[in-house]
């Protein structure tokens, strides 16, 4: 699995070609882009997104779970210096948060408690967690 992005003279458009697909990935107008797709934190909030939904439809579907869908928001923030030294000297500079609604009026409360704990081991989840060893090439 690899991800090759492609920027051109001018702007932020970058187009990324993932496996055998292609995205477009900008910066919002305010910024100096021109919008033409999500910007690259926002995509980092999309894989975490992604990757709860499918864990949990793994899952549930193992399991025989009635679950009948999901729905994952997250939002990626930067803290600011002063909202990083609030937030504790352990704080660190990036705050997801993600929240799950689980679709389904025949989950027990026992499947649920499960399908929330699940949804904390997906691989995305895991890594940013534990973090990861970058090399440059």
Same mark, same amino acid.
């Given at each position: 699995m690899q991800a090759i992005g492609? @920027? +051109?003279? !001018? +702007?932020?458009r970058v187009e990324l070609k993932?496996? $055998?697909?292609?995205?477009?990935?900008? /910066?919002?107008?305010?910024? +100096?882009?021109?919008?033409?797709?999500?910007? #690259?934190? !926002?995509l980092l909030g999309a894989a975490l997104a992604a990757c709860t939904a499918a864990t949990l439809r793994y899952y549930? $579907? @193992?399991?025989?779970?009635p679950l009948e869908g999901?729905?994952? /928001?997250?939002?990626?923030?930067?803290?600011?210096? #002063?909202e990083q030294n609030a937030a504790g000297? /352990?704080?660190k500079a990036t705050l997801i948060r993600k929240?799950?609604? @689980?679709?389904?009026?025949? @989950? !027990?409360?026992e499947q649920r408690e499960k399908l929330i704990a699940v949804a904390e081991k997906c691989p995305v989840n895991r890594t940013l967690l /534990? +973090?990861?060893d970058m090399e440059k090439a």
């Open positions: 492609t @920027l +051109g003279p !001018s +702007g932020f993932i496996d $055998n697909h292609t995205i477009i990935s900008d /910066e919002p107008t305010d910024k +100096g882009g021109q919008d033409q797709g999500p910007a #690259a934190f !926002s549930a $579907n @193992l399991k025989q779970m999901v729905v994952v /928001e997250v939002d990626p923030v930067r803290r600011t210096p #002063a000297p /352990e704080a929240t799950i609604k @689980l679709v389904g009026d025949k @989950l !027990s409360p /534990e +973090g990861v």
